[in-house]
């Protein structure tokens, strides 16, 4: 998606050789405009699959998601990181190792939100090792739900999780894939 690669160029920061900031436009400032493009991208490739939920993570996974649900007319849940007192009746749990925070949490979406003849497409900011795709795809099975697709946003190609996800059999589309992220400069893969 050229607008989102034009933003990356123009807007991230190479923090190191693993790690791309876009606070000013997704992780922290949200450009609204880019959000809503990125949303019928997402609606685009995946508008024929019958889609009945976006699953995605928070925080930074409920902008682009809220945006493809609205294109493709589907509600969006997000998964939960923290214990939530409204957030108490039979859940479904898994535990996601965060890239950014080096540490493991607990993650929980409401059963009733997730139904087993739900057809979800997954969504996220980033890809990286695939920790937090694996959480929620494994949210997804407990409530017996299948996964049509995963819709990532930012791809860092040179880390695990496209590969595993493409070897285990999922439909993995992303906006803006990076080859390297090395010399502080951003290079994409096409
Ligand atoms: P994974 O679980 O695939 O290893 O990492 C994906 C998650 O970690 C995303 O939800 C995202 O929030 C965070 N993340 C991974 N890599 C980056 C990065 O380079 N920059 C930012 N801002 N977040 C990242």
């Known amino acids: 998606m050229e607008a989102l690669k034009k933003k990356i160029i123009e807007e991230g920061i190479v923090l190191s050789d693993q790690v791309l900031k876009v606070d000013a436009f997704l992780n922290h400032q949200i450009d609204p405009l880019l959000m809503q493009q990125i949303g019928q991208a ?15 993570i928070e925080a930074s996974g409920i902008a682009p998601a ?30 996601v190792f965060s890239f950014t925070k080096q540490s493991e949490s607990t993650i929980a979406v409401s059963a009733k939100h997730l139904l087993a003849n739900d ?14 795709a694996h ?25 695990k999780g496209r590969q595993e996800l493409d070897e285990q059999g ?7 894939r990076i080859q390297s992220l090395e010399n502080g400069t951003v290079r994409f893969l096409d």
């Open 66 to 95: 809220v945006m493809a649900g609205l294109e493709l007319g589907v509600p969006v849940i997000f998964a939960r990181k923290y214990q939530s007192l409204t957030l108490t009746d039979n859940l479904l749990i898994s535990k």
């Open 119 to 132: 057809r979800v497409l997954l969504i996220d900011d980033f890809l990286a090792n695939g920790r937090a």
């Open 135 to 159: 959480g929620l795809i494994d949210l997804i099975k407990q409530a017996g739900a299948t996964i049509v697709g995963i819709g990532v946003v930012i791809e860092k190609s040179f880390q």
């Open 170 to 176: 999922y439909w993995v589309e992303s906006l803006a």
């Open 42 to 56: 997402f609606a685009k490739l995946f508008r024929d699959q019958g889609i009945t939920k976006i699953v995605t």
